[in-house]
């Protein structure tokens, strides 16, 4: 017998405000061709000026425990991916985690930038199959509307804010690739690339900072790092490309997701894709495919998924888990 980690509950939050491409053509050299050719990208939604990232992880995390029908109480932990908290500390967790009403347990944030989701999966994962935990609200959010250089046309176009989250919780298996649950995980970082993909502040530093990336060299390493990842995350679960039912991966370009599903000799029709409707959400993009996903019909119980992301650090990785 093996314990597993399976999903029960999915959920998602996307602020009100949606900004088309079209909108960046007033104060930018850049067009709506341009962003959707070469991004995939055609709207993102932006948080107002009074909403931070713990509001839009709260409201996903009381959609993800109502569909999995459960309260905050029952929770024994909280893992919630973000690289803008809304305060150095505490972590947007323990701040969620009295927004729920959660007084018991322990919560804590998870910093890996766009591959924090997949970070934070697996960290609850090793919680829940040491049993230091039963049930864990795992949440990606992020407001990376707060980071952007508004003159800078080759990162400001691409971002988005949200927040997606799912409820895990143990379950006795027979440690199979047919398990429902997390079957495998594959983590890599590789810090010599910091420069790539970074924010140029900090507490340390005493400013905040803005996002500043070399789109081109990011790129070439997302397309061959994610299928990689994935190849090996399904390896060590004792599964193939063959086997997916569903890519899950990082919404930030569809170019980068097209590659990655092509490396891995898999057709669009097995890639949830909402690149178009978010942007890029970082560590929350992943969490609310998932969401969306769940909700258009695509991922049904007993799937077999796959997510993978890249991000600063740089840090990738993926995670295989039967639905
Ligand atoms: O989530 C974390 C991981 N991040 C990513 O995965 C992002 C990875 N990178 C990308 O998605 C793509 O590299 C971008 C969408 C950022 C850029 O696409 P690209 O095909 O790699 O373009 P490029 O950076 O090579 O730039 C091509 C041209 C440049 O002009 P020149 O030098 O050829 O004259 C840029 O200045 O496009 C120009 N450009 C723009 N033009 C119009 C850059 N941004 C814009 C813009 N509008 N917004």
């Known amino acids: 017998m093996a314990g597993r980690a399976v999903v029960r509950g999915v959920g998602h939050y996307l602020p009100e405000q949606i900004v088309p491409n079209a909108a960046f053509e007033k104060t930018l050299d850049t067009t709506d061709e341009w962003i959707r050719t070469r991004s995939g990208i055609e709207r993102r939604h932006f948080a107002a000026k009074d ?6 992880a709260t409201r996903a995390a009381e959609a993800a425990l109502a569909d999995a029908g459960m309260t905050a109480d029952q929770l024994d932990a909280i893992v919630l991916a973000t690289s803008t908290a809304d305060l150095t500390f505490p972590s947007a967790a323990t701040m969620v985690q009295a927004r729920l009403g959660m007084t018991n347990g322990y919560a804590f944030d998870v910093q890996a930038v766009c591959a924090g989701f997949v970070y934070a999966l697996s960290n609850a994962n090793a919680l829940i199959v040491s049993g230091q935990a039963k049930r864990v609200l795992v949440i990606g959010a992020e407001t990376f509307s707060r980071i ?6 080759s990162t400001c176009v691409l971002f988005g804010d949200g927040a997606g989250a799912l409820v895990l919780e143990y379950e ?4 199979t690739p047919q398990d429902r649950g997390i079957l495998s995980v594959d983590l890599n970082s590789d810090g010599r690339y910091k420069d790539l993909l970074y924010v140029d502040g900090g507490v340390s530093t005493q400013t905040t900072g803005h996002l500043r990336m070399q789109g081109n060299q990011v790129f070439r390493h997302a397309v061959e790092k994610l299928a990689q990842t994935a190849e090996t995350a399904l390896g060590k679960a004792g599964l193939s490309s063959a086997d997916v039912d569903w890519i899950v991966p990082h919404q930030a370009n569809i170019r980068i997701i097209q590659g990655t599903a092509k490396k891995m000799g898999l057709p669009m029709d097995k890639v949830v894709v909402t690149v178009q409707d978010h942007g890029n959400t970082s560590a929350a993009s992943i969490p609310l495919a998932l969401s969306v996903g769940k909700a258009r019909g695509q991922i049904k119980t007993g799937d077999l998924v796959v997510t993978e992301a890249i991000g600063g650090g740089l840090a990738w990785g993926a995670v295989v888990l039967r639905w």
Not at 51 to 56: F, G, K, P, V, Y
Not at 148 to 153: E, K, L, S, V
């Open 148 to 153: 952007m250089d508004w003159t800078d046309r």
């Open 51 to 56: 909403e931070t990232t713990s509001d839009l």
């Open 172 to 175: 006795e298996a027979a440690g």
